[in-house]
Each structure stands twice: as structure tokens, then as C-alpha cells.
């Protein structure tokens, strides 16, 4: 093997595998067939299997090159995205729904994108109130309401 | 003849000013409804119930069937130019339509898709208006076995949705897990749920959509240092070469979709994928598709809004829903006072006449308003991606959030986000896994009550005609590369 395997793909291809795994592993404790029927652990028991021959199908080809390598690309602003959508969600029940999501617009417009700051607020702030009217006014969802009430 | 004329009355009947503003209004609101991801049909006409109680049962069932119909389309747009879809009946129309968005050919795609769901539209209400009283018959000799057999001819699908055969059928495989999470419908014990009380409801279509294809489309998308391209918004009008790939798709989506949509709990979603996969397998060159084949938007999306006509067709018929969305009209109609059934068409036949007439007029409605507004739509599309994708991920958080009035969907979404993201930076195609979480509980419920039905014995697929015919296409689907390999080797 003289050929590079991407981090990425390896850790799909193995998390796939893993997965499987784990679905056999949970399958074999819940029954599997009584008389002439398929039990609840039935199916997943055999997608499992399925799952991880076909990742483990995948890490071969990858191992012996048969995949295209593909051009890595910087991950480091998807990363930053990741972490601002998980405060965001932490946000929810702390501060509530709609100043969780206008911090969520302001962060990626203003900090991450450094768009000028008063259009951002503004672009945030309307795009929230707009969220807020049709799910919360119109349609009545209940969303996760904070110290403010919203 | 006497049909003619009973479409004449139905067509006098809903061209009154009042029901003609309830179609105009059930089609709008339908397209925005099916914009929003996390909001279906059938619970915005759940919402509007109380607020028709004591209006005419014909105006509101009209505006009913518009926001069904028109919710088929709007989920369309999202599809196309952000690549989300806003309905699990457009997945399969993000897969070359928001390609055709990235080619500077958005306005055709959402263009094609207009005129192919006003042709499925209006062929569906021809189908409904003709042959709903001997196709619902039909449609309640679907038992399990053919079922399972549907179900195993859209899971051929898998492995001809994404680029690499081996990294659909993984992904594939893995929706049909993520499936088993929750309760066990046949014995009622949790299963996969790792201790988690808001997994027992199992993991939702919208969560695994929106996360795929929203928030992977948008990591993979705001990469660090990269070019914001202003793409083009082009023509809305399909030129003469694009209508001679797309008609045919058109006509073959409206069959696919209308007969699949009689059957209950089939859909608009299976017929999406069916007519997809449908079009990839009669293409002469398949490699086109998932690269921007205009067939490849304009089948599915005429098969999922001929469903959507095809779906009343035992609710009209039989008073048995096809869909979620007429249940929820079916409890409609009997809040009004009237009874659906075998005698639907004989005592309210004003009702239903008006109803499909009404059909006929909100397609016309969607083509006209959606043709001029296509562009303006795929203007969206001129916007930088840096003022686009945090509004985005707003949407898609909201609509997750909404959906199931739940915050851990929202760390789900993200979750999922993140892996659609490494999906889509190494080629793993994600559309094979929805397909398996909408299709794998299906299959499996469907083959536990066959096998039930059987004592254990296999051969109940072979012997009914229906699953036997299922079986045998589901076989020279997934052989048919094989046999015209060998049939190429042959001629040469």
C-alpha cells in the first residue's frame, strides 16, 4: 500500500462499520424469532450485518486504492459553523428560541463572515421576527421560551 | 358523457368567486407550508379545521386539496435553490435540481418542475375523475406481501441513487437501522433507544433531511477561503431540447405517481423515488443523473403531485386515506356532517365534482403564478452564499425544532449534520439514506404481518399475483445492468 487514504473517508467508512457492529451486538440480546414469526431483533440484526460487511467492503477498496483520492479541502471554518449551531441549540433553553437564533445570525454574519455589523443586526433581527411570526404567531408552535418570554 | 357533464357542474360549482379565492388561498398557503421544512399538509389543514367549522364544506375542502397539492410543489423550491427539501417527496428532486440551480439553470429546473406538476396535476384528476371507483378496489387488494414487495422494488433504489453502488447500499442500509430506533410497532418494546426517552419516537424523516442535505449542503458549502460565486438565475422555459428529454419523464412520472399514490400509505414520497429511479433506468446515458439531468426533476416531481390526486382516490372512493394529509381531510369531511365511501360519488356528488374541478383550476393556478415567479425565486440564487446559509441554518433549526416541539431533534440535526458534511466531502450519497429510513420500517412491518399471514412460509410472495409481479420487476431491476451487459457482449 503506497497510496494516502483520506482521514475523512476512513473515519465514515469505520464509523459505518461501527455502527453495525453495535446494531448486531444490541440485536442478538432482544429476540430474534418465535414459532414462525421475526422478532424484534430480527431485522435490525441483519441490517447490522449488512452494514458493517458493506463498511468493511469499503475500508478494503480504500486500502488496496481502488477509491479516488479526493482533493482535501480547509475544514476549519466548518468546524467554527459547529460550534456556533451547538451554542445555538445550548442557547434554546437558556436564553430561549428567538435571541438564541438572532445571536446564532449575528455571530455568522458579523464574526464569521465579518459583514459590516449594522446590516448584520439588522439582517438578524428581521429574519428572527420573521421566524417568530410564522412559527410561533401563525402556526402556534410552542417553541423554547427564555428569561424574556420568547 | 353523463361524466362530462357532472365535471361541468363540479366546474360551475367551484368557479364561484368564494371557492374560486379558497383554491387561490389553499394553493398559496400549500406552497409556503411546503417551503417550511418541519410543517407538512396535513398539519397545516389540522391547524385550519377549527377555523372552517361553519363554512361551506365544498370551499373548505377545495382549499384543502390546493394546500396538499400546492405543499407538493413548494417543497420544490427549497429543493432546487438551497437544497433543502422541504417535503420527504422532494429528496429526490434536490439531487439533480439543485446540480441544474448550481449550472445557472435554476429557473428551468423549478421552471420544468412547474409544468410537469401541472401535467401530472391535471392527468391525476383525469385518473381520479375516471378510475377511482375500480382502482380503490384494486388498491384494497394490497395486502402485506405486496407491500413488501412495493417497498423491496424502492429499495432497488439504493444502489442507483449515489455515484459508488457499494457506498449507496451502505448508506442505504444504515437509513433501514436508523429505522429500527423506537418503538417495535408490531410487539410495542423499545428498541435502540440507549435509554433515551425522546428517541422511542424513533429518529424523523425532516430531523435526518434537514441535517443531510441543509446542514451538510452548508458545511460543505462556507468552507474557509473559498469563492462566493454569484450564480446565474437563466431562462425559466425548458428550450426545445430540454422539453424532448423531459416530456417523456413527465408522462412516465404522472403514471408512476398517480397509481402508486391509490395505494394507502405508499405516497407521494415512494412514487418520487420510483420515478426517479424510473428514469435513470430507461436514460440512454444514467451517469447524467446527479449531475444536473433535467428528467431527473421532472420526473419525480410530476410523480409527486400526480399522487397527490392519486391519494384521493380512496378517500373519496372508499373513505380510506391514502396519506397522513387526507386523513386529516377525511376527518374534514366527516366534522361537515357527510360520510365517505363507496356512496361518495352518488350522495354528495356536488361536493366531489366541485372538488375535482377545483383540481383542474389550482394547477392552472400553480403554473401561472409559479412560471413568472420561478425566476424571481431563483433570483435567490444571486444573493452572496455568505448572507444566504446562516438564514438557512436558522430555518432548518426552527423547522426541527418545530416539528416535534423537541430540542434534542436539534442536537440530532446537528449530529447528523456534521456527518452529512464527511458525507458529502468524500461522494457518500445521502439520498439513499432517507430512502432506507423512510422504507425500512415499511419493509419490515409489512414482511413480519406477510410472514405472520403465512404460518412462516415464504412462498406467499410468489403466490399472490400482485406480489409475485412486484417481486419479479424488483428481480430485473436490480439484474438489468447484468443481462444487458451480457446482451451488449452478445451483439458485438
Request: hydrophobic share 55%; net charge positive.
Amino acid at each position: 500500500m503506497n497510496h494516502r487514504i483520506a482521514p475523512g473517508e476512513l473515519i465514515l467508512a469505520l464509523f459505518f462499520a461501527l455502527l453495525g457492529g453495535l446494531w448486531v451486538v444490541a440485536a442478538l440480546r432482544m429476540p430474534l424469532w418465535q414459532g414462525f414469526i421475526p422478532q424484534s431483533g430480527f431485522m435490525p440484526l441483519w441490517y447490522g450485518i449488512t452494514l458493517a460487511g458493506l463498511a468493511a467492503a469499503i475500508l478494503a477498496r480504500l486500502w488496496l486504492g481502488k477509491e479516488q483520492p479526493r482533493q482535501e479541502e480547509p475544514i476549519g471554518k466548518a468546524l467554527v459553523v459547529i460550534a456556533v449551531i451547538a451554542a445555538t441549540v445550548l442557547g434554546f433553553e437558556l436564553i430561549g428560541f428567538a435571541p438564541s437564533i438572532f445571536l446564532l445570525l449575528l455571530v455568522l454574519f458579523a464574526a464569521v463572515e465579518r459583514l459590516p455589523l449594522a446590516r448584520s443586526a439588522a439582517v438578524a433581527a428581521g429574519v428572527t421576527a420573521v421566524l417568530f411570526l410564522i412559527f410561533r404567531t401563525w402556526l402556534r408552535v410552542s417553541l423554547p421560551v427564555g428569561p424574556l418570554g420568547i | 358523457m353523463e361524466l362530462l357533464a357532472q365535471l361541468g357542474q363540479g366546474f360551475v360549482a367551484a368557479a364561484t368567486p368564494m371557492n374560486l379565492l379558497m383554491c387561490l388561498l389553499g394553493v398559496v398557503l400549500g406552497q409556503i407550508i411546503g417551503v417550511l421544512p418541519g410543517i407538512g399538509p396535513s398539519a397545516a389543514i389540522a391547524l385550519l379545521l377549527p377555523l372552517t367549522y361553519g363554512s361551506s364544506p365544498t370551499g373548505a375542502v377545495i382549499m384543502f386539496a390546493g394546500i396538499y397539492y400546492g405543499a407538493q410543489y413548494g417543497g420544490t423550491l427549497t429543493s432546487v435553490l438551497i437544497n433543502v427539501p422541504g417535503e420527504s417527496s422532494s429528496v429526490m428532486t434536490t439531487l439533480d435540481g439543485y446540480q441544474m440551480a448550481l449550472q445557472g439553470r435554476g429557473g428551468v429546473a423549478l421552471g420544468i418542475a412547474a409544468i410537469g406538476s401541472f401535467i401530472a396535476g391535471c392527468l391525476g384528476t383525469v385518473g381520479l375523475m375516471l378510475l377511482a371507483p375500480p382502482l380503490s378496489k384494486v388498491a384494497l387488494a394490497f395486502g402485506p406481501p405486496e407491500y413488501c414487495a412495493l417497498v423491496l422494488l424502492g429499495l432497488t433504489a439504493l444502489a442507483a441513487v449515489g455515484g459508488s453502488v457499494l457506498k449507496g447500499l451502505a448508506t442505504g442500509t444504515a437509513g433501514m437501522l436508523l429505522g429500527t430506533i423506537g418503538i417495535d410497532p408490531q410487539v410495542g418494546v423499545p428498541r435502540f433507544d440507549f435509554g433515551q426517552l425522546w428517541l422511542l419516537d424513533g429518529v424523523d424523516f425532516i430531523v435526518l433531511a434537514v441535517a443531510l442535505f441543509g446542514v451538510g449542503e452548508v458545511l460543505a458549502s462556507c468552507r474557509m477561503g473559498a469563492a462566493d460565486p454569484i450564480l446565474n438565475v437563466g431562462r425559466v422555459l425548458p428550450n426545445r431540447e430540454e422539453w424532448r428529454q423531459a416530456r417523456m419523464a413527465i408522462l412516465r412520472g404522472s403514471g408512476i405517481g398517480f397509481l402508486i399514490g391509490i395505494l394507502p400509505a405508499a405516497g407521494a414520497t415512494i412514487a418520487s423515488f420510483v420515478a426517479y429511479i424510473a428514469e435513470k433506468k430507461v436514460a440512454k446515458d444514467p451517469s447524467r443523473f446527479g449531475k444536473g439531468a433535467i428528467e431527473g426533476v421532472a420526473g419525480p416531481e410530476s410523480a409527486n403531485n400526480a399522487a397527490s390526486a392519486g391519494a384521493m382516490v380512496p378517500m373519496f372512493a372508499l373513505g380510506v386515506p391514502g396519506s397522513n394529509t387526507t386523513a386529516v381531510m377525511l376527518a374534514a369531511l366527516i366534522m361537515f356532517g357527510l360520510r365517505p365511501g363507496p356512496d361518495m360519488f352518488t350522495t354528495n356528488a356536488s361536493l366531489v365534482w366541485a372538488v375535482i374541478a377545483s383540481m383542474f383550476i389550482g394547477n392552472l393556478i400553480l403554473l401561472v403564478l409559479n412560471l413568472p415567479l420561478a425566476g424571481l425565486f431563483a433570483r435567490l440564487l444571486q444573493i452572496r452564499y455568505r448572507w444566504i446559509y446562516p438564514p438557512i441554518l436558522a430555518i432548518c433549526l426552527t423547522g426541527v425544532v418545530s416539528h416535534a416541539n423537541n430540542v434534542e431533534d436539534a442536537w440530532l440535526m446537528l449530529a447528523f449534520g456534521a456527518l452529512g458534511w464527511l458525507m458529502k466531502r468524500y461522494d457518500w450519497s445521502a439520498a439513499p439514506m432517507i430512502l432506507g429510513l423512510v422504507l425500512g420500517p415499511i419493509f419490515e412491518n409489512s414482511l413480519r404481518q406477510s410472514l405472520t399471514l403465512s404460518h412462516g412460509s415464504g412462498t406467499i410472495f410468489l403466490t399472490r399475483p400482485i406480489s409475485a409481479v412486484l417481486f419479479a420487476l424488483a428481480v430485473m431491476a436490480v439484474t438489468a445492468p447484468l443481462w444487458s451487459r451480457i446482451f451488449r457482449a452478445k451483439t458485438v
